[in-house]
């Protein structure tokens, strides 16, 4: 009695000082890892994201959102007997989806709005009902919270407190701010002005007036942003490049929260990532390299090969014929259960690697009529290897859309059984791809005696003249 006692004041928000992992673990079900790392992130919320965790995953699973070992079906029994058995395979599932989304995404946002709802820019002063507080609930408060700080933006620090690290001769400095929580940054920029349990806030300021904050915990910088979280300016980027060639950077690894408003090295100008590679290229450490130039890359290789992010995958050896022949490999060893996480893996690592490795990449496929041997050996639907493969390389698409129309015989690969064949008709008329063309390739695929047998004999011939008169009139208003 006591202990359901005790476990229910921590769901309430009765958070008592001490270790709260062993609750997670115990109680809630998960494995020591995640509840580790969820009281090492969140302190004294720990206790309530670990459950609102547990409820959100088993709501998504339940709604079939995300499936566990390609269940069509779970219940929510079912569900509660994997929590409590420590199941490994789905401990990693919850660590999975816990590292790829949710805790930065969700819960690091929201754990900024609990850690400053009661004090700067923006006060709350309600009590939080943890026990009934869910997830999206949460996040939905903290939405609400960060637009209102982000309104509310006072450009000038009137009492100025912390050490200047770093000056220009034009006016601007760094200022270390000695806390990673600073009110009077987040009213001055319209942000949470929170950084990293145990780290440091820096603010470059000009004036008393500060245009970025950056978060440095153990001399990692987790995020850098502008007014209201934004992306911070070009013209700050020459002071920016000082900071992080700086003796006490050691490397950057971004938060999740708004990543794509988030500071990137790939954002600075071409003579700063010149300086980086030249002086600090251990910063691109992990770091997505997407447009960086040829000549950069080769600067890169001839230094370190181990920086680019194919590296995971095809090791130190980044000659172009050993990536060509990996290429192959890779591919070849696709197959229908795997192809999302493999090939995807393969193309976003490639894209974030830079220009001179997708475009060897591009090549290949181009090349080995890659795309046209999966479809045939592998049972994929076509509008989805499509979307995939534009997703990451989006230079292919002019090489699809000729793949696919100019090719009269590819509908073969589709006419093994009818449904494929009508998931085919479904990708060629994909407007983002294929245009109009698309639709007048259907009507053609449709006429061919081979595909109106096989789609008679399976579906039947009312259903097939349906379909055909379908796409034929929309042809037509075209």
Not at 16 to 23: A, I, N, Q, R, Y
Not at 122 to 132: H, P
Not at 154 to 166: A, H, P, Q, W, Y
Not at 318 to 345: A, D, F, P, T, W
Request: hydrophobic letters at 35%.
């Amino acid at each position: 009695m006591n202990s359901n006692k005790k476990y229910i004041q921590f769901l309430s928000g009765i958070l008592t000082e001490g270790k709260h992992s062993g609750v997670i673990n115990n109680k809630i079900g998960m494995s020591k890892y995640l509840s580790d790392d969820i009281e090492d992130r969140f302190e004294k919320y720990a206790i309530w994201v670990a459950d609102s965790y547990r409820k959100y995953i088993t709501k998504l699973l339940l709604e079939k959102v995300i499936t566990f070992n390609n269940d069509v079906k779970i219940t929510k029994s079912e569900i509660d007997s994997l929590f409590k058995s420590g199941d490994e395979d789905f401990q990693n599932f919850l660590i999975t989806w816990w590292q790829g989304k949710y805790r930065e995404e969700l819960y690091s946002y929201v754990y900024d709005w609990l850690r400053g709802r009661n004090s700067g820019a923006v006060i709350e002063s309600d009590k939080l009902d943890f026990k009934n507080l869910t997830a999206i609930q949460a996040y939905a408060r903290a939405v609400k919270w960060h637009r209102k700080l982000e309104s509310i933006q006072t450009g000038e620090i009137v009492d100025e407190n912390g050490d200047v690290f770093l000056t220009f001769p034009d006016g601007h400095y760094w200022i270390k701010l000695n806390s990673s929580k600073c009110d009077d940054e987040a009213k001055a920029m319209g942000h949470c002005g929170t950084g990293e349990k145990g780290g440091n806030l820096f603010s470059l300021r000009k004036d008393k007036r500060p245009v970025v904050t950056l978060d440095l915990t153990k001399g990692i910088i987790k995020q850098a942003r502008g007014k209201a979280n934004t992306k911070p300016k070009k013209e700050y980027h020459k002071y920016i490049t000082e900071f992080i060639l700086s003796d006490i950077v050691k490397g950057i690894e971004y938060n999740g929260y708004r990543n794509e408003d988030n500071f990137h090295i790939k954002d600075l100008e071409d003579k700063y990532i010149d300086e980086i590679i030249s002086k600090k290229i251990s910063l691109l450490n992990g770091q997505n390299l997407e447009g960086m130039k040829e000549y950069q890359t080769k600067n890169i290789l001839k230094k370190n090969s181990e920086i680019f992010p194919i590296n995971d995958i095809l090791g130190n050896d980044l000659s172009e014929e050993v990536v060509r022949n990996k290429i192959q490999e890779i591919c070849k060893s696709v197959n229908s259960s795997n192809y999302s996480q493999m090939l995807g893996g393969l193309l976003e690592k490639f894209k974030k690697s830079g220009e001179y490795f997708s475009g060897i990449l591009v090549d290949e496929i181009k090349k080995s009529n890659l795309i046209f041997e999966m479809l045939k050996d592998v049972k994929i639907e076509a509008k989805s290897l499509i979307k995939l493969l534009l997703k990451h390389q989006p230079q292919l698409k002019d090489y699809i859309k000729e793949l696919f129309l100019k090719n009269k015989d590819i509908f073969k690969v589709f006419a093994k059984d009818a449904n494929s064949l009508l998931t085919y008709i479904s990708t060629i008329v994909l407007r983002s791809v294929f245009g109009n063309d698309g639709l007048n390739m259907a009507v053609k695929v449709l006429e061919n005696p081979e595909v109106k047998k096989i789609i008679a004999q399976k579906n039947g011939l009312e259903y097939y003249e349906a379909m055909y008169n379908s796409i034929k009139d929309e042809v037509v208003s075209k």
